[in-house]
């Protein structure tokens, strides 16, 4: 999955931004400040300079076609789900989106099973498209590998949907969470650590440990980084805290 999942990602990297860097004394630091290149200069130490420039050349190589089609076709994929088999087959009051990523959806539901909420009169019509959407058990060891297959991530009572990317789900399994740009290894947030970011709308804070090179040493840092976020930019949050609805833009 790691690998599958960098290769695309690389075809869109931005090469554009790429500079070249240089370590120098100060006579050879005068001749490259000068250069129709150059971007900036760092001091490290009496003598030593890092300067930055810009490509003289930039090979504009990569196929970024493949990490457009990887990242429309799930897109696509996302709403064909919504459409073609959430709002095809089951009544709106039955489900509710909680929480949904490139290719995952967490859905709030009124029965335990999804098939307990298929219409009456599209039962037959769904079982025998099931295939298309899910895994069958009969095949599950080929099916679980299967590309476009939506399979069970997470099975559990709750899930608290901060914003993207941060959320905690909860039940008889162990927890699920994730909490982007905090490091869930040095943080043991609880699901009281969500709820009191719902309930006092104000954002919560975490901790990051990491090293960073500082005149040439290496050195051990600790951040506090407010990482449970209370403020949602891509859909309007309703009174009630908790609905959202599309942006008027």
Request: aromatic share 12%.
């Amino acid at each position: 999955k790691l690998q599958g999942n960098s290769s695309y990602g690389k075809t869109l990297e931005n090469k554009k931004r790429h500079r070249d860097l240089k370590y120098c004394d100060e006579t050879k630091a005068d001749e490259l400040i000068n250069s129709p290149l150059f971007s900036s200069i760092s001091h490290l130490n009496e003598n030593v300079f890092e300067i930055e420039s810009f490509k003289k050349k930039i090979p504009l190589d990569l196929p970024i076609q493949i990490g457009l089609w990887v990242y429309n076709m799930a897109k696509l994929k996302m709403l064909q789900f919504a459409y073609d088999l959430l709002k095809n087959y089951i009544n709106p009051a039955d489900y509710e989106y909680c929480e949904m990523d490139t290719d995952s959806a967490y859905l709030a539901l009124s029965g335990v099973e999804l098939e307990d909420l298929i219409i009456t009169e599209k039962r037959e019509e769904f079982f025998e498209n099931q295939h298309k959407w899910f895994p069958i058990p009969a095949r599950m060891k080929f099916d679980r590998r299967t590309p476009g297959l939506f399979k069970l991530e997470f099975k559990g009572e709750g899930i608290i949907s901060l914003c993207s990317k941060t959320y905690y789900c909860f039940g008889e399994a162990a927890a699920k969470l994730s909490c982007k740009g905090i490091s869930k290894r040095h943080n043991t947030f609880q699901k009281t650590d969500f709820m009191d970011v719902l309930e006092n709308q104000a954002s919560g804070r975490g901790i990051n440990v990491g090293f960073r090179v500082h005149n040439h040493q290496v050195l051990t840092y600790e951040q506090t980084r407010y990482g449970l976020s209370y403020f949602y930019a891509k859909r309007e949050v309703l009174s009630d805290g908790v609905s959202t609805r599309p942006l008027e833009i």
